[in-house]
């Protein structure tokens, strides 16, 4: 297997992308830390409560990270505090043996206008997709340098490269790390480090879940809604997968001298 030795950490993997990432390094060979937090400071987030149960999730995903073969663990973490950040690199390294591969997936959403937004949503959000990706980057960033090689692969979105309407602080938060890939992928360019993103298109997870639910038109099922958003914003007409995503980060993984990109995954929905 390709990853054989390398140890990969994937926030955010209990569900949805980051769940099929670090199902795909698996198979590929890496032993994998799974790190997604069971509970926020905040209840402004998709699920509507401080109880996200990410780290129950992530502990179901371990179980078939193993079925594989791999050495896995779990971590409760909230990526967007600094000490149980240091705290997660460290209990990776220690009990996997180093840390390679970092997957910043974790991330947060609301829905509201900009008049009515509350500061609280705009601090989650900020914190959680921007901060969270600048934390972990810059811990895990040391123990790659010793080892002369790293990938650090950042999950934006296409709302990284334009706005929508109703998302002020989502697309604030993924501009943000677009253009924090750049940046420290030029920062590292010298050091055997790569930096990249990923921006998704529409992928059936629990963001969409929110999204597809508060469009939703009069009459209009869950179902039809998502469908809807489907067809009017993805040229190909078919939503994205988590596999999708984790074909990318293979790609990044195995480019040595792909750095500082933000790629979409998105059936054509955004030209650049």
């Known amino acids: 297997m390709k990853l054989d030795g390398k140890v990969a950490l994937v926030t955010g993997g209990g569900r949805g992308i980051g769940r099929g990432i670090a199902l795909m390094l698996a198979k590929e060979g890496a032993d994998v830390a799974i790190a997604d937090a069971e509970v926020l400071d905040s209840p402004k987030n998709q699920y509507g409560t401080k109880e996200?149960?990410?780290y129950s999730a992530a502990l179901k995903v371990v179980e078939d990270l193993k079925a594989l073969g791999?050495?896995?663990i779990a971590i409760n973490a909230d990526v967007s505090k600094s000490d149980q950040v240091q705290a997660m690199i460290k209990r990776t390294?220690?009990?996997l043996g180093s840390i390679d591969i970092l997957v910043n997936n974790a991330g947060a959403i609301t829905?509201?206008?900009t008049e009515?937004?509350?500061e609280e949503a705009w601090d989650l959000v900020m914190d959680v997709n921007a901060k969270g990706t600048?934390?972990?980057s810059k811990a895990a960033i040391p123990y790659m340098k010793k080892k002369r090689w790293g990938r650090i692969i950042n999950v934006a979105s296409i709302a990284g490269k334009r706005g929508t309407a109703t998302l002020p602080h989502y697309c604030a938060s993924k501009h943000a790390i677009v253009g924090f890939t750049n940046a420290l992928a030029k920062e590292l360019a010298q050091t055997g480090i790569t930096v990249n993103a990923i921006c998704p298109g529409i992928v059936r997870t629990q963001m969409w879940d929110l999204?597809?639910?508060v469009w939703r038109r009069p009459g209009e099922s869950w179902e039809e809604s998502f469908k809807r958003s489907v067809e009017s914003m993805i040229p190909q007409g078919v939503e994205q997968t988590p596999e999708d995503m984790a074909k990318l980060t293979l790609f990044f993984?195995?480019?040595?001298h792909v750095t500082g990109q933000a790629i979409n995954v998105d059936g054509g929905a955004v030209e650049h």
Do not use: P
Not at 253 to 256: A, G, K, Q, R
């Open 253 to 256: 993984i195995y480019s040595d």
């Open 134 to 136: 600048f934390l972990c």
């Open 111 to 113: 829905i509201s206008t």
């Open 52 to 54: 996200i149960k990410g």
């Open 93 to 95: 390294v220690e009990e």
């Open 116 to 118: 009515e937004l509350e």
């Open 70 to 72: 791999r050495k896995a």
């Open 211 to 213: 999204l597809a639910e």
